[in-house]
């Protein structure tokens, strides 16, 4: 097909005559053509489809200069190009010339419409697909063969140009993963939607293990064209392992946060908005979760405790004053039951940019309060030991000076002083094995007289220790000395009273009488049916401990009698309140 110039050689027949079969095949084609004079760069002939396509008259396009086409230089060169219609509007054509041959001969050019579809899928855009590391695929339903760019192929490990077999890719994966993908594929086939599958495997060639993302389109049938499943393929191992490495340093998070009982907030401090990140910040501040998070505004205004608000502020001014760490401390009221907390707040001010002033605020909280009770409570302790330590040396050397001024001998000290020590340090121990620092007083009674219970009973129900009163727990300011009260009673009984023979009997009674002023102890120590009793001739230790160690420490009042039937003493003391801060359950 085609005819010389005016300065070729003349070809056999006239490309132009509509007698010539090569003339009716030129114009019935199914396909524009054109042939373009190259020494004029005019058209020398275009068939009818180039012609309608364009929206010329039949007949009109020859002897026209090409810049019909397109003001582009290389309008015919070979690709895409753009064209433009007699309206004047854009047309994307392919160009396929003929090979050139001797100058001045006449050229052919094949013209075919493409579609935006086709464009995309250019040759230009496949590197664009490589350099985003996307490799390109196509299953033709018909032969299920899998047809695969190199990209693809180098993704999955195969050489290039290999066609494969959708077995051959499922055997890369694990049978679960398998039914998964096919499932997934075959749910959005039947639905006429995109895909989008992420699979684990291991490329063919080397055995290493993978994550790739297959996105897809089933295409219909159309004709006698059986469908095509045509998507992406792309390896996003590092992809997946930087979001794993990032769930697992999120769970760790949540984990340490759960366990330290810490809540996690951010604040946002244009639009004072808050958003708190995990359930223990709502507890620590008594709220449900769909009422939302607080606000600086009505933390500061609502819910801090108003003698903490100034103290607050600073700390956030100076926080953000010197780029440095939020530290703060306050009492919340919290919501669900008006209890008031002491929390600790730490946090830290962001930006968005390293020259940008900060934007919000991203910290923890902790509920403090049981950890400020225990702290307090300690210190309180702390004080009591070093006031009972005080007490407790002046007691012994007391109990020394005294001893010693009272024994006849060594041998009577030392039993004098070793008893009386036992009984301080068993005093000690009762105190110190109650949580509440006291000491009950039926158990110092029955302590120190138990070794005298077991004597000979003269009559059916009769005892010779009687106590009698109610439950009462002695503070230990006064649980000491009232301790070596009963220690001095029972040891003088037991040497020249009641006690001092088989017959004898003490009876001990008690109670408590509460006014205005507080409790107050009433006890009477009663002995009979032991040896006459006489007044005594000098002063001994109990009595100075009776007199002087009960009336200056517990403030007691004492009386005492020497009836002939046996000892009396009452004392009348007041019971201190106990210390609220030293109650382990207050």
């Known amino acids: 097909m085609g005819s010389g110039s005016d300065r070729g050689s003349p070809v056999p027949g006239d490309a132009r005559s509509p007698a010539d079969p090569y003339r009716r095949g030129f114009e019935e084609a199914g396909i524009g053509l054109v042939i373009v004079d190259p020494a004029t760069n005019r058209i020398y002939d275009a068939n009818r489809f180039l012609t309608t396509l364009l929206g010329y008259e039949a007949g009109s396009l020859p002897g026209q200069p090409v810049t019909v086409f397109g003001d582009d230089p290389d309008v015919l060169s070979a690709g895409i190009r753009r064209w433009t219609t007699t309206s004047g509007t854009p047309l994307d054509v392919r160009i396929r010339p003929s090979a050139a041959t001797d100058e001045g001969h006449l050229r052919t050019f094949v013209v075919e419409r493409v579609d935006a579809d086709d464009i995309v899928r250019s040759e230009e855009n496949r590197a664009a697909l490589t350099a985003a590391g996307l490799g390109e695929w196509r299953i033709d339903l018909a032969d299920g063969l899998l047809r695969v760019s190199r990209r693809a192929a180098h993704i999955l490990g195969f050489p290039p140009g290999t066609s494969l077999t959708w077995p051959q890719v499922a055997g890369?994966?694990?049978?679960?993963?398998?039914?998964?993908?096919?499932?997934?594929?075959?749910?959005?086939?039947?639905?006429?939607?995109?895909?989008a599958i992420e699979a684990r495997l291991r490329r063919a060639g080397d055995d290493i293990e993978i994550r790739v993302s297959a996105r897809g389109q089933a295409i219909g049938a159309v004709g006698d064209r059986s469908g095509i499943v045509v998507g992406v393929l792309q390896d996003v191992t590092t992809r997946v392992g930087a979001r794993d490495a990032l769930r697992e340093s999120e769970e760790r998070l949540r984990i340490a946060t759960s366990l330290a009982e810490l809540g996690i907030f951010e604040w946002h401090m244009l639009d004072d908005q808050a958003v708190w990140e995990n359930e223990r910040m709502f507890a620590i501040f008594g709220r449900r979760p769909e009422e939302g998070a607080l606000g600086k505004r009505e933390f500061l205004s609502t819910v801090l405790h108003p003698d903490d608000r100034p103290a607050f502020r600073r700390a956030i001014s100076t926080a953000l004053r010197e780029d440095s760490t939020l530290q703060a401390s306050?009492?919340?009221?919290?919501?669900?039951?008006?209890?008031?907390?002491?929390?600790?707040?730490?946090?830290?001010?962001?930006?968005?940019?390293?020259?940008?002033?900060?934007?919000?605020?991203?910290?923890?909280?902790?509920?403090?309060?049981?950890?400020?009770?225990?702290?307090?409570?300690?210190?309180?302790?702390?004080?009591?030991?070093?006031?009972?330590?005080?007490?407790?040396?002046?007691?012994?050397?007391?109990?020394?000076?005294?001893?010693?001024?009272?024994?006849?001998?060594?041998?009577?000290?030392?039993?004098?002083?070793v008893g009386r020590i036992m009984s301080l340090a068993h005093t000690h121990s009762v105190?110190?094995?109650?949580?509440?620092?006291?000491?009950?007083?039926?158990?110092?009674?029955?302590?120190?007289?138990?070794?005298?219970?077991?004597?000979?009973?003269?009559?059916?129900?009769?005892?010779?220790?009687?106590?009698?009163?109610?439950?009462?727990?002695?503070?230990?300011?006064?649980?000491?000395?009232?301790?070596?009260?009963?220690?001095?009673?029972?040891?003088?009984?037991?040497?020249?009273?009641?006690?001092?023979?088989?017959?004898?009997?003490?009876?001990?009674?008690?109670?408590?009488?509460?006014?205005?002023?507080?409790?107050?102890?009433?006890?009477?120590?009663?002995?009979?049916?032991g040896p006459p009793v006489r007044p005594p001739t000098r002063q001994g230790f109990g009595s100075r401990l009776l007199q002087r160690v009960l009336t200056a420490q517990v403030r007691a009042d004492i009386a005492t009698s020497y009836p002939p039937e046996g000892f009396r003493l009452t004392m009348t003391a007041p019971l201190p309140a106990r210390t609220e801060g030293l109650n382990p359950l207050a």
Do not use: C
Request: hydrophobic letters at 40%; aromatic letters at 4%; zero cysteines.
């Open 172 to 195: 890369l994966m694990e049978a679960p993963e398998v039914e998964r993908v096919k499932a997934t594929a075959r749910a959005a086939m039947r639905a006429d939607t995109p895909f």
């Open 330 to 417: 306050g009492r919340i009221q919290r919501a669900h039951d008006g209890a008031w907390r002491i929390i600790d707040m730490a946090g830290r001010f962001e930006s968005d940019a390293p020259d940008r002033l900060p934007r919000r605020l991203i910290g923890v909280v902790a509920d403090v309060t049981e950890r400020r009770i225990a702290e307090e409570r300690q210190a309180l302790l702390i004080r009591e030991l070093h006031h009972r330590v005080k007490n407790t040396l002046a007691t012994v050397q007391a109990i020394v000076g005294s001893t010693a001024r009272t024994a006849s001998s060594i041998e009577s000290f030392y039993e004098a002083f």
């Open 431 to 529: 105190l110190t094995e109650d949580t509440w620092q006291t000491a009950s007083l039926r158990n110092l009674l029955e302590n120190e007289l138990r070794p005298y219970g077991d004597g000979a009973s003269d009559g059916p129900g009769a005892r010779r220790i009687v106590l009698d009163g109610p439950p009462v727990d002695l503070a230990s300011e006064i649980a000491v000395p009232i301790g070596m009260a009963i220690h001095e009673l029972t040891t003088n009984a037991a040497k020249h009273g009641a006690l001092s023979t088989q017959e004898g009997r003490v009876t001990i009674t008690w109670n408590v009488t509460e006014n205005a002023g507080g409790k107050t102890l009433h006890l009477e120590w009663s002995e009979s049916e």
